[in-house]
């Protein structure tokens, strides 16, 4: 899994316990995730479809950073398919993973649009 993203977890990102809020942690997920989806596609009219079980195995805390990894899983017809770990780079473990998260290309008409894409491109490739 690649690692593209680094937040550095400041105290407005914690919970009562002091840790790093779920929520939060989600919302850098679904933002990657989106920011993925767009350079993968090359559109920015795309929307968060599904996110499946998240699975917490440990936490955060003020000053850690927190890495996000992305990886493809399907290409479907207007769909991409991803899978998530959020890791601590300080302590290396794992905070959470996430097994599918769907995407979903659009037109227009805000409608699901086929995106003709079949497998991962790197932008130095498109050059």
């Known amino acids: 899994m690649r690692f593209h993203t680094r937040k550095w977890v400041k105290p407005e990102d914690l919970n009562p316990n002091g840790t790093l809020f779920g929520g939060r942690l989600l ?29 917490f195995m440990s936490s955060a805390k003020q000053g850690d950073i927190v890495e996000l990894g992305i990886e493809v899983s399907n290409f479907g017809r207007s769909s991409l398919s991803l899978k998530c770990e959020a890791r601590n780079k300080m ?6 993973t996430v097994d599918n998260i769907i995407m979903v290309n659009l037109g227009e008409d805000g409608k699901p649009k086929p995106h003709g894409k079949t497998r991962v491109e790197y932008v130095k490739n498109r050059l």
């Open 27 to 55: 919302e850098w997920i679904d933002e990657e995730a989106a920011l993925y989806t767009i350079i993968q596609l090359e559109n920015s009219r795309i929307v968060t479809k599904y996110i499946s079980e998240i699975n």
């Open 91 to 96: 302590t290396r473990e794992t905070i959470l």
